[in-house]
Every structure is written in C-alpha cells, then in structure tokens.
C-alpha cells in the first residue's frame, strides 16, 4: 500500500484555491515530528504558513521549477499552505537526513489527505526569513508547498540519459525517471 502510494505521488506545482484543513496540516507537521531523525537529536521545528497575506509573500520567495523557468504557479494556483522546515542550530549545526526525511513525511500525510506537495530547495532564504520572523539561531532548510492538484504530472521513461521534465502540447508536466534495472545492483556494486 505505501509502495503504491510513492509510486502514484507526483510533485504538484499548480493548486486549486480551495482552503487546506487546519487539522490536516497539523497532522502533516505530526508526522514530520515523529519521523527518524540521526541520533534521535530532532532539531527540527515547522513553521506552518496559512494567513492570505503570508502566503503570497511566501511564495514570491520561491522558484518552482528550474527545467522550466517559466513554469510556476499563477496567482490563481497559489499553494494554500506552506510547511517551513527549520534547522535549530542550538541543537544540531547541520540537517542530516532529517529535513530531507520529515519532507516527504510531511509530503506521503499530504497525499493521503488528497493535497498535492512540492518540497522546495530553491528559497529565497533571507527574504523568508524577515517575511516569517525566523529567529537567527534556526535555518530554514526547505519549504513544503501544500494544496489540492490543479494539475497530473505523469511519469515518462529516461531517453538517452535526459532527465529533464518537460510539458507536452496540453501543458500536461512529463517526469522522466530511471528504471529499476538501471539503478540497482545486488550485495555489489556491478557497474562500470
């Protein structure tokens, strides 16, 4: 059942306007809480961004989709929630795996609940940092963009090694991925 959902899960970039559930982002920063985290030194914390205004701030400090610079939300498909990923230096100096872990934690509780996620690297930080108050002793890691998919990406086979996405004529996002058999050897590693 949790194969089924990553493998049907796909990046969303563009949202309906429809309201996310208090609840279910509560829920989503839950799950990230109670994800592995290295040595068990959870220096995670979670800024969940809800408010209209805060959110068109939000997201005017990210980039969305670095194969196709032109390729991002509209105002009119606008993430409706954001889950901030902060990094407490006082507990920890760098993230480890966790911010990556508690991500698609919070991505997987996303998906369950209907919503669609992207988690964003590309972050205008420092601006973030202002718009959201962010004390300076916490990095902000990644952000988690949130909403119900104004849009199905499907997935393609890798072509001569080209991993880049790309829209095809109805504007529907294509994501190339590798083949099992090309990225798995078994007790070695086989490849040249």
């Not at 109670?34 to 701030?57: C, F, H, M, T, W």
């Not at 997987?108 to 959201?132: H, K, P, Q, T």
Request: proline letters at 6%; glycine letters at 4%; hydrophobic letters at 40%.
């Amino acid at each position: 059942m949790t194969y089924d959902k990553i493998t049907r899960r796909r990046t969303i970039r563009k949202y309906l306007q429809k309201e996310v559930p208090t609840e279910v982002l509560s829920k989503c920063v839950d799950a990230a809480r109670l994800s592995p985290s290295g040595a068990n030194r959870q220096p995670l914390k979670y800024i969940i961004v809800n408010d209209a205004e805060l959110l068109k701030k939000t997201f005017s400090t990210l980039s969305w989709a670095g194969y196709l610079p032109d390729y991002q939300p509209s105002k009119e498909e606008m993430p409706m929630a954001y889950i901030v990923i902060l990094l407490d230096k006082k507990i920890r100096e760098e993230p480890g795996h966790d911010a990556g872990i508690a991500a698609m934690s919070v991505s997987m509780v996303a998906y369950d609940e209907g919503l669609g996620s992207c988690i964003l690297g590309a972050v205008d930080r420092d601006r973030l940092r202002e718009i959201l108050n962010v004390p300076e002793t916490l990095t902000i890691v990644l952000v988690v963009a949130l909403g119900y998919p104004a849009e199905n990406p499907v997935i393609d086979k890798v072509k001569d090694e080209n991993i880049r996405y790309w829209l095809d004529q109805n504007g529907v996002f294509h994501v190339p991925k590798r083949k099992l058999e090309d990225v798995t050897t078994w007790n070695r590693y086989a490849r040249p």
